[in-house]
């Protein structure tokens, strides 16, 4: 066979091999099966109570809204009021009234992509850090405020088909372009501009910080400051951790937040160059109050809250989880969470990411998640999802 004819096969071939790869990885596409209650592993065991202030918080957002704003899977706005004013119905602390209201104003279907049930669950927590509202050389790292040439576009408001995704930069001769990466910033891209928020003494803290989007600051005088999410310079999340295991530093089953905030400290000439293969950065604010709010405007609740991407899965919704426990072999994380935040890294139609609150159990816990495991979405009943 001459070379040409034979280059031109092996071509074709390749090309048939692609197109079955493509075949064998269709999109993700959330799909949903009809359940009952009575299939949520350890549905009548959770403290179903303690989600309630949660969902009320997502409700008290849902009623700005006007009543036939779309909330993808989960129907409209004005779907959402029943079980909304029912919810107040519903004594504190009563996990037996709270299970038979969720059981009365919900309906579980089983979340999958495209029918695959299992996905990745993670968890993150509010750091806390030390810091001052001047620089030394005893806090160094900067916090920075949102610049105000930042521009964050939700792609939503242009076309539904872009749900959940964003893009921000900054408007030169009337274009947006991107804006400065890590390594820009880290170098000085900022400086000068008096967009310090805090100074802190620890730059991997402050990175860590970042993937977290929220955190607390004890100053000097003893004083704390939260500071939570501002914007985002629009650069994608790069997984540093991956960048260790393809090194040889780490391997697959030893990464979490805790190892590679260690291999840090241990090469810290090599430290700045590894977290600025992570172009994304993150700008900081004050908060009041004493939860970080997420993506949906609401206070986040410590354990109930689950960060989602609302591409798939709309804020408010509430999400039954059943997981492998982060800190006991063998257990099972099983509980009643609400879709209220979202996350660079938390992308398809089965993952999520828990909120653990704040202090030394929630950071354990948060760091080492990586859990498999299925959930189920409670739609408010009468809504039954497309397709």
């Not at 390749?14 to 350890?42: I, V």
């Not at 036939?68 to 037996?96: E, H, I, K, N, S």
């Not at 040889?248 to 905030?261: A, F, K, P, T, Y």
């Not at 090469?267 to 994304?280: G, I, T, V, W, Y």
Request: charged fraction near 25%; aromatic fraction near 8%.
């Amino acid at each position: 066979m001459p070379v040409g004819r034979k280059n031109w096969a092996a071509g074709l071939a390749l090309l048939a091999l692609a197109a079955c790869a493509r075949q064998e990885a269709p999109p993700d596409t959330l799909t949903l099966a009809p359940a009952s209650f009575s299939d949520l592993p350890g549905w009548t065991a959770d403290r179903v109570a303690e989600a309630v202030p949660a969902l009320a918080r997502s409700c008290a957002r849902i009623r700005t809204l006007p009543r036939d704003r779309a909330l993808g899977l989960g129907g409209t706005a004005g779907d959402w009021l029943p079980p909304c004013d029912a919810l107040a119905g519903v004594p504190a602390g009563d996990d037996a009234a709270a299970r038979a209201y969720f059981e009365r104003w919900f309906t579980p279907f089983a979340a999958g992509n495209n029918g695959a049930r299992r996905g990745l669950f993670t968890g993150y927590y509010e750091p806390e850090l030390k810091g001052a509202r001047a620089p030394s050389a005893a806090f160094p790292a900067p916090l920075y405020k949102r610049p105000p040439d930042l521009v964050m576009v939700e792609l939503a408001d242009f076309g539904e088909q872009w749900k959940g995704q964003r893009i921000a930069g900054r408007v030169l001769d009337g274009r947006l372009k991107p804006y400065e990466d890590r390594a820009a910033i880290e170098a000085g891209a900022l400086r000068g501009k008096g967009l310090e928020l805090l100074w802190v003494d620890d730059p991997v803290g402050a990175f860590f910080l970042q993937i977290q989007g929220s955190g607390r600051v004890t100053l000097p005088d003893g004083r704390e400051v939260r500071v939570g999410y501002a914007g985002q310079n629009g650069h994608k999340y790069v997984a540093i951790g991956k960048e260790l295991i393809d090194r040889g530093e780490l391997r697959r089953e030893e990464v979490s937040l805790q190892s590679i905030r260690a291999w840090l400290k241990a090469h810290p000439e090599q430290a700045a160059d590894l977290m600025n293969r992570n172009p994304s950065y993150v700008f900081f604010q004050e908060l009041t109050g004493d939860q970080p709010n997420g993506a949906q405007g609401v206070p986040l609740t410590p354990r109930r809250s689950l960060a989602v991407d609302p591409k798939f899965v709309p804020y408010g919704m509430p999400v039954w989880l059943d997981a492998e426990d982060p800190v006991d072999t063998g257990a099972r994380l099983r509980r009643l969470l609400v879709a209220q935040d979202t996350g660079g890294a938390i992308r398809g139609p089965v993952r999520g990411d828990v909120f653990w609150g704040h202090g030394p159990d929630a950071e354990r816990r948060a760091g080492v998640m990586k859990s498999a495991g299925e959930y189920w979405l409670l739609l408010p009943r009468g809504v039954t999802p497309a397709g």
